[in-house]
């Protein structure tokens, strides 16, 4: 069976684009009847960049430093944008203007005024399909945590804790980069970067965050630019928010969010933990195949670990058995935009622009927290 193609362009060959392009080159790997993207656009600054799509995809019909030369291709119907964030607003809007559908990245808009940009184009467009990538829910572990919410499983929810830690940065002779400073990554910081990715899942569950207490932590102040000198480094490192989280029968339970450059041990570990009155339950990558659950033996709780194995939302060719691991979770993701384009129900969907507007209230006043040393509520 031939699968339906949807033509994309890609603007930034970046890091993410490589792994757009690596999962569009292994659609093969997925059963179910899913339109696959076919790469027909690249654009990005630095010719080199481009290259590595002309030289693995022979359906790289276009290659350019100018994106606006793709999108008035008529055989281009949707773009994957994966640029710096400085550079959201503009592209964004230019692409939705267009008429081209988007996969767009985090922090969708460098700060709130470009997100309210973004979300005006949207809605003068409600032609055009848009979503911002977040991979880490579709592990199946996470996936059956997920479930577990929706069941209901938990009773009374005790508290909440959704995580994103890096340690890259523990390196302080890393050399800057676009992702440190102020004008390229924005006021944000670590929150900007990584945010979204603990916030999909909570928002998906209408878990709204109903104010929020901020430490914010700027802990390497300064970096080598690479070139001999050492320049000064001004964004968050780190970031603990405390939140009140209304749910969605009324009841409110605190949640934490935290994104971290700065956690020792922490490779790319993105957690998300519940604690109920009637079980709790915990989803690590650290520990990606495995669902932690609680089980109740009279007054008491134990701790059980199941692993999941490759049960993924998507089904593919791989082995129940076998493990689960991050470029999965990108084609899963991919997978669940290509349904949502296609018009295919999928039972958890990418994020969508209404939770990345949530993503800057909470983001915003995460900034004023920090900097009032106040709660500070979100309208
Ligand atoms: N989903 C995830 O897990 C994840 C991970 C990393 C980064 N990101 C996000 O992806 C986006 C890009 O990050 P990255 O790590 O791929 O960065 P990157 O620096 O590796 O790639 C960005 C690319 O954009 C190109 N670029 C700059 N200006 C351009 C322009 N005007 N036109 C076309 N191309 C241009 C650069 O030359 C570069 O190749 C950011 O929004 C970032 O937050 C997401």
Redesign the pocket.
Known sequence: MTKKKIRFAI???????REFASAAARWCHMTADIPAPEIVGV????PN?RQWFCDNFDTVKYSTAD?TELLDKEDIDAVYC????N??EKIYIDIINAGKHLLG??PFGIDAEANHAIMDAIKAHPEVIVRC???FPYYPACQKLIEWIREGKFGKIIEVRSAFCHSSDMDTQKPIN?KRTLSINGEYGCMG?LGIHTEHVPFRMGWKPLNVFAKLSNIVTERPDGKGNVVPCETWDNAILLCDVKDVDGSIFPMMYETKRLSPGSTNEWRLEVYGLEASAKFSTNDPGAFCYTQSLGKEQAWCRVNVGYKPMIPTITGGIFEFGFTDSILQMWGAFMCELSGIEIPFGCVTPEETELSHKLQTAALLSNKTGRLVTIE
């Not at 603007?11 to 684009?17: A, P």
């Not at 654009?43 to 630095?46: C, G």
Request: proline fraction near 4%; charged fraction near 20%.
């Open positions: 603007i930034g060959c970046g890091l993410m684009g654009s990005d600054l630095n960049a994106y994966a640029v710096p964030h550079l959201h990245e985090k990538s977040s991979e676009w970067d």
